[in-house]
C-alpha cells in the first residue's frame, strides 16, 4: 500500500492529515516514538512503557500531548491503522526518482 503511493502527493497529504501538528511539534521526535511503541504494542499501556522505559503514567500524559496535536484519540482501536500507517509513511526516505 505505502511503495505504491511512495513519493506522492496523496501520501504526503495523508500523512499530514493524519498526523495533524505532531510531525512539526514534535521537534525530537519522542512522541511520535511513543505513538509507534504504543500501536506495535497493540494499544498495551504497559507493554509500550515497559518497551519504552518509562512510568505508564508518562504514557498516559504523552498519549493526550498526541491526542491534542493529532486531533484524535490514540487509545481508540478505531484509530489506530491509520496513525500507524500514517507514522510508517512520515518515517520513509525520499522516493527514489522513477
Same mark, same amino acid.
Given at each position: 500500500?505505502?511503495?505504491? &503511493?511512495?513519493? @506522492?502527493?496523496?501520501?504526503?497529504?495523508?500523512?499530514?492529515?493524519?498526523?495533524?501538528? &505532531?510531525?512539526?511539534?514534535?521537534?525530537?521526535?519522542?512522541?511520535?516514538?511513543?505513538l509507534?511503541?504504543? &500501536?506495535?504494542?497493540?494499544? @498495551?499501556?504497559?507493554?509500550?512503557?515497559?518497551?519504552?522505559?518509562?512510568?505508564?503514567?508518562t504514557?498516559?500524559?504523552?498519549?493526550?500531548?498526541?491526542?491534542?496535536?493529532?486531533?484524535?484519540?490514540?487509545?481508540? +482501536?478505531?484509530?489506530?491503522?491509520?496513525?500507524?500507517?500514517?507514522?510508517?509513511?512520515? @518515517? &520513509? +526516505?525520499?522516493?527514489?526518482? @522513477?
Amino acid at each position: 500500500l505505502l511503495f505504491r &503511493l511512495w513519493g @506522492s502527493p496523496d501520501l504526503a497529504a495523508f500523512t499530514t492529515d493524519a498526523l495533524g501538528e &505532531l510531525a512539526t511539534r514534535d521537534r525530537r521526535g519522542t512522541l511520535r516514538r511513543t505513538l509507534l511503541a504504543y &500501536l506495535d504494542a497493540g494499544g @498495551s499501556h504497559v507493554d509500550a512503557a515497559s518497551r519504552l522505559g518509562i512510568h505508564r503514567n508518562t504514557l498516559s500524559y504523552r498519549l493526550k500531548q498526541i491526542a491534542t496535536l493529532t486531533r484524535c484519540e490514540p487509545t481508540n +482501536p478505531s484509530t489506530h491503522l491509520v496513525l500507524h500507517l500514517a507514522l510508517l509513511a512520515a @518515517s &520513509l +526516505p525520499p522516493a527514489p526518482d @522513477s
